[in-house]
């Protein structure tokens, strides 16, 4: 092999490590350490932990639990909600912005189809840390349950 083959085959080859270098570093950063940092650094209300409703208004026999996850101001988790006598949980993607969480739930289970949605206040009543606001969820087929006096507990942090 000649000097220019060799030299070509070298360059070629170390431009390729370097981009993947480049991707992986890039990737690092953008999905492991900024959503790191911008966690630490959040420095809004916190509502990690379990919730749960409080009997509070009409139900109609609809008890419903959050398991809540933050990342800075991006919330996770599960909704489990018990009606009547069916269990259905619920994942859970929102956002925490000026002491209000929304977010919308979509069935675990692939045998239902119907979303959930919140719009929750988070404040401090009684010196506890609650959510009150509104949820909306179908109970049974065509029959959409908006819930606007909805308060949930929080049980553990």
């Given at each position: 092999?000649?000097?220019?083959?060799?030299?070509?085959?070298?360059?070629i080859a170390?431009?390729?490590?370097?981009?993947?270098?480049?991707?992986?570093?890039?990737?690092?950063?953008?999905?492991?350490?900024?959503?790191?940092?911008?966690?630490?650094?959040?420095?809004?209300?916190?509502?990690?932990?379990?919730?749960?409703?409080?009997?509070?208004?009409?139900?109609?026999?609809?008890?419903?639990?959050?398991?809540?996850?933050?990342?800075?101001?991006?919330?996770?988790?599960?909704?489990?909600?018990?009606?009547?006598?069916?269990?259905?949980?619920?994942?859970?993607?929102?956002?925490?912005?000026?002491?209000?969480?929304?977010?919308?739930?979509?069935?675990?289970?692939?045998?239902?189809?119907?979303?959930?949605?919140?719009?929750?206040?988070?404040?401090?009543?009684?010196?506890?840390?609650?959510?009150?606001?509104?949820?909306?969820?179908?109970?049974?087929?065509?029959?959409?349950?908006a819930n606007?006096?909805?308060?949930?507990?929080?049980?553990?942090?």
């Amino acid at each position: 092999m000649d000097a220019t083959t060799s030299s070509l085959i070298i360059g070629i080859a170390s431009s390729l490590v370097a981009t993947l270098l480049f991707i992986g570093g890039s990737l690092f950063l953008r999905k492991g350490f900024l959503p790191w940092y911008a966690d630490k650094v959040y420095r809004g209300v916190r509502i990690d932990g379990t919730w749960a409703m409080e009997a509070f208004g009409d139900h109609d026999g609809v008890a419903v639990t959050l398991a809540l996850k933050q990342s800075g101001e991006n919330v996770s988790g599960n909704v489990y909600v018990n009606v009547d006598d069916s269990r259905m949980t619920f994942e859970f993607a929102g956002r925490v912005q000026n002491m209000y969480l929304s977010g919308i739930c979509h069935p675990q289970s692939k045998r239902h189809i119907d979303p959930m949605t919140f719009l929750l206040h988070i404040d401090f009543y009684g010196g506890n840390l609650k959510m009150q606001g509104g949820m909306c969820l179908v109970k049974q087929a065509a029959e959409v349950s908006a819930n606007s006096n909805v308060c949930f507990n929080l049980q553990d942090s």
